[in-house]
């Protein structure tokens, strides 16, 4: 059954976890050719059987909503309508999936070998099977996966096809498409390729949200597109995008469907397979095109050693639930079905709010491995640490974040030293182990003399990477974390100066977290309860005082911002000492990056996190959204223009935040307090 509501982490550790299985045990003992062409029969939407692709597309062209787009069309264009429907036609055979069961089984038997070469194992919560095989029988089903990796959307696939679930069909980028052979493969096996951006194109958004609307009202398989729109290169969730889960629902809210489920899907990596090669795109080197050749360049990656790899379905959500109260469905009967109606502010406000919570729902069910715990520790320590100090962190760490409500994967009756040692093992490319001291070291450096920028390039491919996994448990710490930070920059224990300052860092960091829209009070409760129940603060009616223990959580807390407030603060200097009138916006990220890169040359910034092109892109949304910049449309061009006054004041502010927690501060602290646990 769907759940009735969207989970609310308000008391995180009240949250049953479900048990994991290993899929590869299995696949290590038996023939994965004859695993491949087994006897596939998955449980269909109400027994139906799905029509061929050539019946789909005939009911996508006949349809009431994309002949009246075409006629609408036509008239705007004075083109004839046979002309506006053979591009209609055209656009859909560019567009649609052909699956072949004999395709899926041929990727079955390479995935089968490739994920055992890739990994230790796959682990996937049975109960979450169990309630995605009820609820496809239900009603139908869209599939909502995390997108950290192009490993995402094949094991989805892989693992429908092992339950005897029906394959999905997915949304996949036009990139794909232009690899031979293997994007002709993706579409045989459920892919259907749209365009990265639709602009203005009125009759090519009408042949795809048709084609998608079809499929779902015929219950034809399950969608699966990634809310995310794209995979997320600092592994930190990205800002939800709306416009696929309209399409989804529409059905709905025009009395076409009694309901839809949306599954929540939690993808997690022990190690990633692009890490490198997103800390380079990071720093300004452009993504690889996607091409044939470059895949079978890739197949090195068989021969490392990726870790464990889980995939956690979460409790169907239902979307007649989700709209009790909050929408009218009578508006859409205003109109006849087949004229498009643009999403009312209501509707728009509840996609967003449900975009949101569904991106959150995907955050708490990530598991986490004790690596992310390590490289939390060891970013905080560039110097490095000894291995008996980084245990003992580890395990303090380790107390915190489950009492925070992480879904921690730690090995039951291990010893903390043991569990490090084989973290460290894993993700030994990006560490110096060297006499009981280990620290992060530069990758793939070359042999030869290098220039100073050449050296902080490689340094920071190796800190956004290792970025990139302390990113992972970032949502946990991330409302108790700016508490902290308000607490410090109110300077005052009134709980009102404390929940302003909050607010501001929350308003601030919008577009860098999933920060539910006007959920201020509820995060800022949120963060409240849990030092509270850590012992770390007393809240009172009008004050919050630190606890005499709490000074070394607190000062940890505040840390875990600090890469986030100084590349901000980086980017306000440069808005202020650098910019010039004509500053655009495509010129922006590479001007920022080199102001940077100078800064920590000239030894006056240490945080190569700034140098990130995703903290630079969020930080100019966060300077938009607040009028400290606007955009200035000056021809084809859009230029920015800086209102330097505040600009300057919300450096000051970020500045009173600025605990910079000097590294080993935090831990220095604790030794002054016992550690209750």
């Given at each position: 059954?769907?759940?009735?509501?969207?989970?609310?982490p308000r008391h995180p550790m009240l949250k049953k976890r479900d048990s994991f299985e290993d899929i590869?045990?299995?696949?290590?003992?038996?023939?994965?050719?004859?695993?491949?062409?087994?006897?596939?029969?998955?449980?269909?939407?109400?027994?139906?059987?799905?029509?061929?692709?050539?019946?789909?597309?005939?009911?996508?062209?006949?349809?009431?909503?994309?002949?009246?787009?075409?006629?609408?069309?036509?008239?705007?264009?004075?083109?004839?309508?046979?002309?506006?429907?053979?591009?209609?036609?055209?656009?859909?055979?560019?567009?649609?999936?052909?699956?072949?069961?004999?395709?899926?089984?041929?990727?079955?038997?390479?995935?089968?070998?490739?994920?055992?070469?890739?990994?230790?194992?796959?682990?996937?919560?049975?109960?979450?099977?169990?309630?995605?095989?009820?609820?496809?029988?239900?009603?139908?089903?869209?599939?909502?996966?995390?997108?950290?990796?192009?490993?995402?959307?094949?094991?989805?696939?892989?693992?429908?096809?092992?339950?005897?679930?029906?394959?999905?069909?997915?949304?996949?980028?036009?990139?794909?498409?232009?690899?031979?052979?293997?994007?002709?493969?993706?579409?045989?096996?459920?892919?259907?390729?749209?365009?990265?951006?639709?602009?203005?194109?009125?009759?090519?958004?009408?042949?795809?949200?048709?084609?998608?609307?079809?499929?779902?009202?015929?219950?034809?398989?399950?969608?699966?597109?990634?809310?995310?729109?794209?995979?997320?290169?600092?592994?930190?969730?990205?800002?939800?995008?709306?416009?696929?889960?309209?399409?989804?629902?529409?059905?709905?809210?025009?009395?076409?469907?009694?309901?839809?489920?949306?599954?929540?899907?939690?993808?997690?990596?022990?190690?990633?397979?692009?890490?490198?090669?997103?800390?380079?795109?990071?720093?300004?080197?452009?993504?690889?095109?996607?091409?044939?050749?470059?895949?079978?360049?890739?197949?090195?990656?068989?021969?490392?050693?990726?870790?464990?790899?889980?995939?956690?379905?979460?409790?169907?959500?239902?979307?007649?639930?989700?709209?009790?109260?909050?929408?009218?469905?009578?508006?859409?009967?205003?109109?006849?079905?087949?004229?498009?109606?643009?999403?009312?502010?209501?509707?728009?406000?509840?996609?967003?709010?449900?975009?949101?919570?569904?991106?959150?729902?995907?955050?708490?069910?990530?598991?986490?491995?004790?690596?992310?715990?390590?490289?939390?520790?060891?970013?905080?320590?560039?110097?490095?640490?000894?291995?008996?100090?980084?245990?003992e962190q580890t395990d303090w760490l380790r107390h915190l974040a489950l009492a925070f409500g992480a879904?921690?994967?730690?090995?039951?009756?291990?010893?903390?030293?043991?569990?490090?040692?084989?973290?460290?093992?894993?993700?030994?490319?990006?560490?110096?182990?060297?006499?009981?001291?280990?620290?992060?070291?530069?990758?793939?450096?070359?042999?030869?003399?290098?220039?100073?920028?050449?050296?902080?390039?490689?340094?920071?491919?190796?800190?956004?990477?290792?970025?990139?996994?302390?990113?992972?448990?970032?949502?946990?710490?991330?409302?108790?974390?700016?508490?902290?930070?308000?607490?410090?920059?109110?300077?005052?224990?009134?709980?009102?100066?404390?929940?302003?300052?909050?607010?501001?860092?929350?308003?601030?960091?919008?577009?860098?977290?999933?920060?539910?829209?006007?959920?201020?009070?509820?995060?800022?409760?949120?963060?409240?309860?849990?030092?509270?129940?850590?012992?770390?603060?007393?809240?009172?009616?009008?004050?919050?005082?630190?606890?005499?223990?709490?000074?070394?959580?607190?000062?940890?807390?505040?840390?875990?911002?600090?890469?986030?407030?100084?590349?901000?603060?980086?980017?306000?200097?440069?808005?202020?000492?650098?910019?010039?009138?004509?500053?655009?916006?495509?010129?922006?990220?590479?001007?920022?990056?080199?102001?940077?890169?100078?800064?920590?040359?000239?030894?006056?910034?240490?945080?190569?996190?700034?140098?990130?092109?995703?903290?630079?892109?969020?930080?100019?949304?966060?300077?938009?959204?607040?009028?400290?910049?606007?955009?200035?449309?000056?021809?084809?061009?859009?230029?920015?223009?800086?209102?330097?006054?505040?600009?300057?004041?919300?450096?000051?502010?970020?500045?009173?935040?600025?605990?910079?927690?000097?590294?080993?501060?935090?831990?220095?602290?604790?030794?002054?307090?016992?550690?209750?646990?």
């Open positions: 059954m769907a759940s009735r509501a969207l989970y609310s590869l045990e299995e696949r290590r003992h038996s023939s994965d050719l004859r695993y491949a062409l087994r006897c596939y029969t998955p449980t269909l939407y109400k027994g139906l059987v799905p029509c061929k692709a050539s019946m789909l597309k005939s009911i996508v062209l006949q349809s009431d909503h994309l002949q009246y787009v075409i006629k609408q069309v036509s008239s705007e264009s004075g083109d004839s309508t046979e002309c506006v429907a053979e591009e209609a036609s055209l656009i859909l055979d560019e567009m649609a999936h052909r699956l072949q069961l004999s395709t899926v089984r041929f990727f079955v038997f390479t995935l089968s070998k490739a994920f055992k070469r890739l990994f230790r194992s796959v682990c996937v919560n049975e109960e979450g099977i169990q309630r995605l095989q009820q609820a496809v029988q239900e009603h139908p089903v869209v599939l909502l996966p995390s997108h950290r990796s192009y490993m995402d959307f094949l094991m989805m696939s892989y693992l429908l096809y092992m339950y005897d679930l029906p394959l999905p069909v997915i949304a996949a980028g036009m990139d794909f498409m232009s690899m031979k052979f293997v994007g002709e493969m993706l579409r045989m096996s459920g892919a259907f390729f749209i365009r990265r951006s639709f602009g203005g194109d009125k009759l090519y958004w009408a042949v795809f949200s048709e084609y998608v609307k079809t499929m779902l009202r015929n219950g034809y398989a399950p969608i699966e597109f990634f809310l995310e729109g794209t995979r997320s290169r600092t592994c930190k969730s990205l800002t939800p995008k709306t416009g696929l889960l309209n399409i989804v629902m529409e059905p709905f809210f025009k009395g076409e469907l009694f309901d839809v489920n949306l599954v929540p899907v939690s993808i997690s990596y022990e190690r990633i397979l692009e890490e490198s090669l997103y800390a380079r795109e990071l720093l300004g080197i452009p993504k690889p095109k996607e091409s044939t050749s470059g895949l079978l360049k890739a197949r090195r990656v068989l021969s490392e050693d990726y870790g464990s790899m889980y995939v956690y379905f979460g409790h169907p959500v239902s979307v007649r639930s989700l709209t009790e109260g909050k929408i009218t469905r009578s508006q859409y009967n205003l109109l006849p079905r087949c004229i498009p109606q643009k999403p009312s502010a209501d509707t728009h406000e509840f996609l967003n709010d449900t975009a949101f919570r569904l991106v959150r729902i995907q955050e708490g069910n990530m598991v986490l491995k004790p690596w992310v715990l390590i490289a939390t520790l060891l970013l905080q320590n560039p110097d490095g640490m000894d291995l008996s100090s980084l245990a879904f921690l994967d730690w090995p039951d009756h291990a010893a903390c030293s043991e569990v490090i040692s084989c973290s460290l093992a894993l993700h030994r490319h990006l560490l110096s182990v060297s006499a009981g001291h280990v620290q992060l070291s530069v990758t793939d450096a070359p042999q030869v003399e290098t220039t100073p920028e050449e050296a902080v390039f490689h340094q920071a491919v190796v800190v956004l990477s290792c970025a990139s996994y302390r990113n992972q448990i970032l949502h946990v710490f991330l409302r108790p974390a700016l508490l902290a930070v308000a607490m410090q920059s109110a300077n005052s224990n009134r709980k009102d100066d404390v929940y302003n300052c909050f607010n501001f860092l929350r308003n601030m960091f919008s577009s860098e977290f999933i920060l539910c829209p006007g959920d201020s009070v509820q995060d800022f409760e949120e963060a409240c309860y849990l030092l509270m129940k850590r012992g770390v603060l007393q809240v009172l009616e009008h004050e919050i005082v630190m606890s005499a223990s709490g000074h070394s959580t607190l000062a940890f807390l505040s840390s875990v911002l600090d890469p986030f407030l100084q590349g901000y603060q980086v980017v306000s200097r440069y808005l202020c000492e650098e910019t010039n009138e004509n500053l655009t916006e495509k010129e922006f990220i590479p001007a920022v990056r080199n102001f940077a890169l100078k800064l920590i040359l000239a030894g006056r910034l240490k945080c190569y996190e700034a140098l990130s092109s995703d903290l630079q892109k969020n930080a100019l949304a966060a300077f938009l959204r607040l009028k400290a910049v606007m955009k200035v449309k000056v021809g084809d061009q859009v230029t920015l223009k800086v209102n330097k006054i505040a600009v300057n004041s919300l450096e000051d502010t970020l500045g009173k935040s600025d605990v910079i927690s000097h590294q080993n501060s935090w831990w220095s602290s604790m030794a002054m307090f016992e550690i209750a646990i």
